[in-house]
């Protein structure tokens, strides 16, 4: 065999071997072409069904097949129009564009649409943030109306204490009788915190009889005079606070006009002095 007749055999070898390669490839191609369509057509009719979630499943399946930017489209298109997931619809918008061989169509498309998105999530932000604004501005608004409340329910009622001396303003237009109830009820409290402060002086003073230390009779002399000073504060001051709230009540029941009752109650044992009264 000469140089000539081994080089044309060569040759035909070669052909012979691409021909059957790209047999194959084609062969390749044509199941794969067969397979996507089968998976896009399954797609398509989930789609139409309704299953929304399982049709992009099937896209996705397809798209691995065969990378389209058509495909990817789709399913761009159920998360925005069919689930509201907006956020992955522009993600998968985006995957369209970076998509080779996408028709200048479905670009277009998933252009125009990620620039909706982006401008529908600024206008979600701006009314998230004039909600927020709104609601803080209604709160305070409710703090201000609530405060406005607690001072008129207050009305003309202003207590002002001081240097042993209480005076008590009530207002006829509103009900003084809460607040002489509740002064009357105060009172009481402190003249029974008073009885018992008295009963642990005269404990305290019983141990002081009887203790023969100095040092502990000292320390329990301190104690039995604060004692003593405490008791005489509850009881009189309760005293005090509890004859204001009769009185209250008495002048409520003769008209209930405007009322000033002061009071000075006696921490020396002298008792408790009512001072001045108008009506």
Do not use: C
């Not at 390669?21 to 067969?34: E, P, Q, R, T």
């Not at 499943?57 to 930017?69: F, Q, T």
């Not at 002064?183 to 005269?202: D, F, H, S, Y």
């Not at 004692?227 to 409520?252: H, K, M, N, R």
């Amino acid at each position: 065999m000469n140089a000539r007749a081994l080089t044309l055999t060569s040759t035909v070898v070669a052909l012979l071997a691409t021909l059957l390669l790209g047999g194959h490839a084609l062969a390749a191609d044509a199941a794969a072409a067969k397979r996507f369509e089968v998976l896009s057509a399954g797609a398509a009719n989930l789609y139409e069904a309704g299953q929304y979630e399982e049709a992009i499943a099937e896209y996705l399946k397809a798209y691995d097949v065969v990378p389209s930017g058509e495909v990817l489209y789709n399913v761009a298109f159920i998360y925005d129009k069919k689930l509201g997931e907006t956020s992955l619809a522009k993600d998968f918008y985006k995957r369209v564009l970076r998509s080779p061989e996408t028709s200048s169509n479905i670009i277009a498309l998933a252009t125009n649409r990620v620039r909706a998105i982006e401008q529908e999530e600024v206008a979600a932000r701006t009314a998230a943030e004039q909600a927020r604004a709104e609601a803080r501005a209604a709160e305070e608004r409710r703090r201000a109306e609530e405060l406005a409340r607690i001072e008129a329910a207050r009305g003309k009622t202003v207590m002002n204490g001081g240097g042993g001396n209480s005076t008590v303003v009530a207002s006829g237009g509103s009900d003084p009788n809460y607040l002489a109830y509740g002064l009357i009820g105060g009172g009481g409290a402190m003249v029974l915190g008073g009885i018992i402060a008295g009963i642990v002086t005269l404990g305290t003073e019983s141990d002081f009889n009887e203790e023969t230390d100095a040092a502990a009779r000292a320390a329990l002399k301190s104690d039995g005079e604060g004692q003593a000073v405490l008791t005489d504060v509850l009881l009189f001051g309760g005293a005090a606070v509890a004859a204001t709230g009769v009185v209250l009540l008495l002048l409520d029941d003769d008209g209930g006009s405007d009322v000033n009752v002061g009071f000075s109650p006696a921490t020396d044992g002298g008792g408790v002095v009512l001072v001045g009264g108008s009506l």
